[in-house]
């Protein structure tokens, strides 16, 4: 899209905010980023920005227990929050004669959350959080997989080893002392982006926010991130997995580069060309030609402070045949490179899924955010659709002769004989 006018000011506590001017509907979205994801978390702890993601609707020192949904659903709002392994974000999209009060909610937990943490509320989001992973995970054909690939594909201690979701024991290991501890680390301004996009008024949307927000501590230096690197894979790691699951299947896990250069952009349209939908390469082989699979996708997991993560699952009797047709595709895929007709179709479905990231004032928020917090630079989110087009074949050769290559992987096998 067509880049916008973006209003940029940082509070003297270090919050960053970006205000963009979107007159087409009378709504405003806000949309804050917290520099904390499951790869701040210490050993033995995992699972806490997760928590944290449902703590912070329990209320704080001037919201009761309830009121904080209570109050943006009576102003016909739409909010949500998620979590990732590099950050946590909180967002509502409101009438904008209601933004006054999505900031003061936004600006109230971050200043004070812990006045209304209990050990009443901590054990019931909790059960909530241990819920979800037994309904999400645990319980779910092929829901660990993730989870697994990733304790497969980074050594122990790594700060991708484990995902946001945590473990059983680490979650019943918490204590309101870590979480008071987590809280005063991480939600803290100076760690902190907040993205108002909408029908707004930029100086007067950057007054009220220093009325919020301004009075709030800046809290305390982040810790040193710890290193996140990690290269190509070399050899296949695999695992063999006994579970009651309805078919067998073959999941595989490579590394990519890590996100923000050109070479990332290159790798994602390789694997979009390799199994991004029904006219894949993966597809055709594996479905229609050689019918050894009923089912195969891949995707990727972009990541700003280590390696991109790409996934191939493929569900089909033979899991080892699957790996074997995987191997030859690859071989020929790094030797021969896309064709012309695949790399302009690669390329036009990435531009759309940028656009699509942009088009409501929702989505542009939590981009403007994403992009002020991993990369520095708001204005970035406007050239997204630009850098996946420009994007050669002989590029996505290069990606993939390097990053997916024939045996470097790690793998689970469900029902073969590997």
Known sequence: MAEQPLHEHTLGNGLRVVVCEDHVVPLAAVNIWYGVGSRHERAGRTGLAHLF??????????????????????????????????????????PVSHLEL???????????????LTQANLDNQRDVVKNERRQRYDNQPYGTAFERLCALTFPEGHPYAHTPIGSMDDLDATTLEDCADFFATWYAPGNAVLSVVGDVDPEATLAAVERYFGGLPAGPEKPAARPGGLGPLS?????????????????????LPTDGGDEIEAAELAVEILGGGSGSRLYDRMVRRDEIAT????????????????????IGPDPDKIAAVLDEELQRFAEHGPDADEAARATAQAERGFLEQTETVTALANALSQNATQFDDPARTFTAAGRAA??????????????LAPGGRTALTYGGTS
Do not use: C
Not at 102 to 116: F, I, N, S, V
Not at 237 to 252: H, Q
């Open 390 to 403: 420009a994007v050669t074949g002989d590029a996505i050769k290069e990606m993939a002769g390097r990053w």
């Open 295 to 314: 089912e195969v996708w891949a995707g990727v997991t972009r990541l700003a402070s280590g390696p991109s993560l790409a996934i191939v699952d493929a």
């Open 102 to 116: 999505a900031l003061w909610l936004e600006a109230d937990r971050m200043g004070t959350l812990p006045a209304a």
């Open 53 to 94: 993601e449902h703590l912070m609707f329990q209320g704080s020192a001037n919201v009761a227990e309830g009121e904080h949904a209570a109050l943006l659903e009576s102003a016909g709002a739409a909010f949500n929050a998620s979590t990732s392994f590099e950050r946590t974000n909180y967002y509502e999209t409101v």
């Open 235 to 255: 050899g296949v790691r695999g695992e063999t997995l006994d579970e009651e699951v309805p078919s067998p299947a073959y999941f595989a896990m490579f590394t």
